[in-house]
C-alpha cells in the first residue's frame, strides 16, 4: 500500500474539509446554479430575454443593457446608462454583475472570453441532493517526491469543450501503490499550491467519469503530500456551463483510488 505517516487529526480535518464543500456546493453562487456561458463577439453583445439577445436571461426585460468587447477590454452597460469597464478572472476574480436574481462575470480562456451566468436562486427549483464519499482512508495520503523533469514535458490538456491548452510540466510526483511505479503531473504550480487532474479504475463507475481534482500544498525538500481522501469532483460534474481540463493520458491511474468524492448523489 502507498507509503503514509500517522497524523492523528486527518478524520477530524478530513469532516472539516467536507463540511466546506457541501457549504459551497450549496450556497447560491454554487456551481449548480450557473445557466448559461456565453462567448463574446467583438462589439456589442444584448443581455435579456429576447431571442435576438446573444447573452439570454429566461424571464425579465427583453432588452437589459450590452456586454461591450473591444480591444481585449470588456465593458457592461445598461440600457441607458453609463459603461462600466469589467475585470475578467484571469488575473485573479472578475467583476460581477447583479440583475435581480441573477449574476453574471466574465471568463478569460486562453483569450477566448466568454460571460458565466448564475441563477442565485437555483435553489429552490432543486435543492443540492449532496456528495458522496469514500470511508477515509489514511492509507491514501501519500507521500511523494516532487522529481525535476529534464527537460520539461510539453503536454497538450483538453477540456470538456474540446479546446487544447499547451503546457510545460517542469515536475512529477512519484510514488509506489502496491509496488508499482506511479507518477502524476500537475496541471499547475505555483507557491502555496500544486493542482493534478487524474482519472482511475473508479472513474465513469463510482466517481466522475471524466476524473477527478486534487490539490497538494507546495513541495517541501524534495516531497509533496497527495491526500485522495481530499480527490474532489470537478465543476462540470455538476453544471454543463464548466470548462473543466480533462486528464491527461499520463494521469490515467491503472488501479481504483477509493478514497475522496464519488459521483455527486442523484447523478447517473
Known amino acids: 500500500m502507498p507509503d503514509i505517516t500517522n497524523e492523528g487529526d486527518w478524520p477530524a480535518s478530513y469532516q472539516h474539509w467536507q463540511a466546506q464543500r457541501q457549504a459551497e456546493l450549496a450556497g447560491p453562487d454554487s456551481w449548480l446554479g450557473m445557466i448559461g456561458l456565453f462567448w463574446l463577439e467583438a462589439g456589442r453583445n444584448a443581455l435579456g430575454s429576447s431571442e435576438e439577445a446573444l447573452i439570454r436571461l429566461p424571464e425579465g426585460e427583453d432588452h437589459i443593457g450590452d456586454v461591450i468587447y473591444q480591444e481585449d477590454r470588456v465593458f457592461w452597460q ?49 435543492p443540492f441532493a449532496g456528495l458522496a464519499y469514500y470511508k477515509f482512508d489514511p492509507a491514501w495520503r501519500i507521500r511523494a517526491d516532487w522529481q525535476p523533469l529534464i527537460p520539461p514535458v510539453l503536454m497538450e490538456v483538453p477540456n470538456v469543450s474540446g479546446d487544447l491548452k499547451r503546457l510545460e510540466v517542469a515536475y512529477q510526483a512519484v510514488f ?55 480527490a474532489f469532483n470537478p465543476p462540470c460534474a455538476f453544471t454543463a456551463f464548466a470548462t473543466c481540463p480533462l486528464p491527461p493520458a499520463e494521469n490515467w491511474l491503472s488501479f481504483t483510488v477509493l478514497a475522496g468524492e464519488k459521483k455527486p448523489l442523484g447523478k447517473t
Open 78 to 126: 445598461i440600457q441607458g446608462g453609463v459603461p462600466v469597464e469589467l475585470a475578467t478572472d484571469k488575473a485573479g476574480p472578475p467583476s460581477t454583475v447583479d440583475i435581480d436574481k441573477y449574476k453574471f462575470f466574465i471568463v478569460d480562456r486562453d483569450g477566448r472570453l466568454a460571460v458565466r451566468l448564475r441563477d442565485r436562486e437555483w435553489a429552490k427549483r432543486q
Open 176 to 230: 509506489e501503490v502496491d509496488g508499482e511505479r506511479v507518477t502524476l503531473l500537475p496541471m499547475s504550480v505555483n507557491e502555496h499550491e500544486i493542482f493534478f487532474v487524474f482519472r482511475d479504475r473508479t472513474s465513469g463507475r463510482e466517481t466522475y467519469g471524466a476524473g477527478r481534482f486534487l490539490k497538494a500544498a507546495a513541495a517541501v525538500d524534495g516531497m509533496v503530500t497527495l491526500d485522495f481522501n481530499r
